[in-house]
């Protein structure tokens, strides 16, 4: 409501508005930042379908859950927990490693008086 009356939460514009007035006004954010989430949803999907289209249809068919056994939950908890993830070892290797710069040639400052 500060961003929209643009002035500081003591100001008699916003202390003055009827609490159900509020309520409402937070209802209709509330609702406009949900509508928002669905469209960058549906924007992800969009461009998820160009890289792997059979993926997005499992998604948009199990409507974002997954089940899984007792089993896997134990063994993802386990990676998570003594921080195993093999997969991404490689991606941290290559992060971590420090890359070479190209030489940096020092140059003369020329001033008036040269």
Known sequence: MCKTFQC???DPKIT???YL???WMFNHWLEDKSDEF???KHNGYMIGSFIDPEAVDKMINNKGQHKSTDEEFEESFQMV???DLGVFKNILEEISEPKESP???KRKIL???E
């Open 8 to 10: 500081l939460p003591d």
């Open 16 to 18: 003055e508005i009827p």
């Open 21 to 23: 007035t509020k309520a």
């Open 38 to 40: 669905e469209v960058s």
């Open 81 to 83: 927990k003594n921080n």
């Open 103 to 105: 030489i940096k040639r």
């Open 111 to 113: 001033t008036g008086n």
